[in-house]
C-alpha cells in the first residue's frame, strides 16, 4: 500500500514538474492528489497507526496530507505543489522503515517475519547493514506475497524493483559509473539505467563478461515485468484471473531479484559477506 502511495506521488510530481504554468490548472492533477490524499486516510493511515500508534510525527504527516488537498482545491504556484510532494514522500518513506521495523520487534524476528528461507534471510541481514530503505522494500514484497488477500500486485513488483534499484545506487553512484572511461548514456536517458550500474558493479569486481550478462539480463527481464504488472489495467469480470498471473509474474520478479542480491551483496553460504565496492 505504501508503495503504491509513492509511486502515484511520483506520477503526480512528474506531471506536475513538466507542466509551464506558475500555478496547477489541470483538473486531473488536482484530482490525483486528491485521490492520492484519500488513499492515505482510508487505508495507508490505518495501517500505521496500528503499528506506530499517534505519534507526534504521524500527526504532522496528516497535516501536510491535508495541506496537500487544499492546494488541490483552490489555484496554487506549482512549486508549492513539487515542494509538498517531496516532503510527504520522504515522510512516508521513513514511516514505512520505521513501520516495517515496529513489526521485526513484535515478531522477535530481525526480517519481521517468521517463516522466511534461509536466502531471504541473508539477503535481509545484508541489505538491514548498509541500505534499511531496500530492506524495508524487500520485506514488504514479501510480506505480500504471503498475504491472502490482496487484489493488486502492482506495489508488490515496485517494492521489490525498488529494492534492487536502492541497492545499485548505493553501491554504483550516478558519478561514479559516468566518470568510468567510454561510458555513454543509453537512448533518452539523462542517468546510468539499473543494467549500466550493474555492469559497472562486476567490472570493477573483474567479474566475468558471462557472469555480468546474467546479472544485466536478470536486472532488464526484473524492470521489464515490473513495468508491466504496474501498468496492467483489470476488469471486475477477470480480476481473480488477473490477481493471480500478477502473483506469479512477481515470484518471477523475486527469483531474479533474489540472483541478483546474491551476486552484487557478495552474500557467501557460510552467511558472511565480502566487502562492498563502499568499504
Known amino acids: 500500500m505504501i508503495r503504491e502511495l509513492l509511486d502515484r506521488l511520483d506520477g503526480l510530481h512528474t506531471r506536475i514538474r513538466r507542466g509551464h504554468a506558475v500555478n496547477v490548472n489541470d483538473r486531473e492533477a488536482k484530482g490525483e492528489a486528491i485521490a492520492i490524499a484519500s488513499l492515505y486516510f482510508s487505508q495507508c493511515r490505518k495501517m500505521l497507526t496500528k503499528g506506530l500508534g499517534d505519534d507526534k510525527n504521524l500527526l504532522s504527516h496528516d497535516e501536510n496530507w491535508q495541506e496537500l488537498i487544499r492546494l488541490a482545491h483552490g489555484n496554487n504556484a506549482r512549486r508549492t505543489y513539487l515542494k509538498a510532494i517531496k516532503l510527504l514522500r520522504r515522510e512516508l518513506t ?3 522503515v520505521a513501520h516495517l521495523s ?12 517468521s517463516d522466511l528461507a534461509p536466502a531471504e534471510k541473508l539477503i535481509i541481514k545484508t541489505l538491514e547493514l548498509s541500505i534499511p530503505s531496500a530492506a524495508a522494500s524487500y520485506r514488504q514484497a514479501l510480506l505480500d506475497l504471503r498475504g491472502t488477500e490482496r487484489l493488486s500486485y502492482r506495489g508488490t513488483a515496485s517494492e521489490l524493483r525498488e529494492s534492487l534499484r536502492e541497492t545499485l545506487d548505493h553501491l554504483a553512484p550516478d558519478q561514479d559509473v559516468m566518470g568510468k572511461a567510454g561510458f555513454a548514456l543509453e537512448q533518452g536517458q539523462t542517468k546510468p539505467t539499473m543494467k549500466q550500474k550493474a555492469q559497472y558493479i562486476l567490472v570493477v569486481r573483474g567479474r566475468s563478461k558471462t557472469k555480468r550478462m546474467v546479472a544485466e539480463k536478470s536486472i532488464e527481464l526484473v524492470d521489464t515485468l515490473a513495468g508491466e504488472i504496474t501498468r496492467a489495467i483489470y476488469n471486475q469480470a477477470s480480476l481473480a484471473t488477473h490477481v493471480e498471473a500478477s ?11 533474489d540472483a541478483v542480491f546474491f551476486d552484487l551483496l557478495e552474500i557467501s553460504d557460510n552467511t558472511q559477506t565480502k566487502s562492498s565496492l563502499q568499504s
Open 94 to 96: 521513513d514511516f514505512n
Open 102 to 113: 515496529h513489526l521485526s520487534e513484535q515478531s522477535g524476528d530481525s526480517s519481521g517475519l
Open 247 to 257: 502473483r506469479l509474474e512477481v515470484i518471477k520478479i523475486k527469483r531474479y531479484v
